[in-house]
């Protein structure tokens, strides 16, 4: 299983779709919860500017159909997407330092 990140940045109807879509959204983080490594909203003086999603998945094409089925995808809350994948080589999510075993 590999990681990909989807690093999304609000447009300009950010706010107000995220507020209109929110129960939806979490309903379909729910529904896919085994399939997110993480995700949460990116925040900036003290307001919701985007989000960031690290998706479970056998390859990209896979990580791309769970995030563009979230609402919030579909909507438009997000302007600027930019996904990869991702490598976890240190930290609290892998264990400590993953390249030293």
Do not use: N
Not at 63 to 82: K, L, M, N, S
Request: proline share 2%; charged share 25%.
């Amino acid at each position: 299983m590999k990681l990909y990140a989807f690093y999304c940045r609000d447009g300009e109807q950010g706010e107000a779709l995220r507020s209109r879509l929110l129960e939806d959204h979490l309903s379909h983080v729910e529904a896919h919860i085994g399939d997110y490594a993480v995700a949460g909203p990116l925040r900036q003086d003290g307001a919701t500017v985007g989000s960031l999603l690290v998706i479970k998945a056998e390859d990209e094409v896979g990580a791309r159909a769970i995030f563009e089925a979230d609402p919030y995808f579909r909507a438009g809350v997000w302007q600027a997407i930019r996904a990869d994948e991702f490598i976890g080589v240190a930290g609290d999510w892998v264990g400590g330092a993953a390249w030293k075993k």
